[in-house]
């Protein structure tokens, strides 16, 4: 069994928004330090996970991106209000953030977007079915073939496969990847998968969010036709 604890820092006040990630980190069996303030992380620190709290009171925005380039190369979440799409995309440009969380999101999108972003520690290839992602050098494989994907595809395909059968929202897809066109780029890694000849693996739409399952559906098609048509139609 794996033993492997994430550690995540979380930094920001103390208030309501810290109680509320401690609680959530916990259930996640997350090792939690605690900082004020965002400093630069000593190496002797391994970090999974920086949660951090922005307060637009109390820093413009350009100041606090500033601020988050401190924090690399550890991945970082940030949390607050809710921003314009343009706010968002200066937080999560290279070398900032990975995702930004709005604070009025549910306690269970917040699961999931935190669940889906802590890496996979261990290193340990990642597996659903006969498709295998190895995080060490980014490769993806449908059996013993290769699947060449972009590097949108690449993290969607992981948030996914992060947490085999439980569905992801667009919403925490799109915070996890940086990416405004979720069901175009899955609909990318589904064509690439049904090329390799693979079940339907990656299943959903934009309005009830995505998972990646290897179980069959209880009720497989009559045909070798209906099966292609259905197949089909779930791609687009």
Known sequence: MNSTVNTVMLI???????????????????????????????HTIQLQLAIVEYLPAEYTLAAFTAQLHRLQPVPTVVVGPEL?????????????AQAYLPLQSSMAARRQLIQAQLPNSDGRTLRVGQLSLDPQDQSVRYGADPLPLTATEYRLLRSLMQVPGQLLSCA???????????????????RKLFAASAPLLVRGSRRSGYVIDAR???????????ALRTHLRQLF
């Open 172 to 190: 925490a897809l799109e915070a996890l990847t940086s990416c405004s066109d979720i069901q175009a780029h899955l609909g990318s890694v589904r």
């Open 216 to 226: 069959v559906h209880s009720r497989a098609p009559r045909s070798a036709d209906l």
């Open 84 to 96: 314009t799409a343009q706010q968002v995309e200066q937080l999560t440009a290279p070398g900032a």
């Open 12 to 42: 920001g006040p103390n208030g309501p928004t810290a109680n509320s990630f401690m609680g959530l980190l916990s259930g996640l069996k997350c090792r939690v330090l605690r900082s004020s303030t965002v400093r630069a992380l000593q």
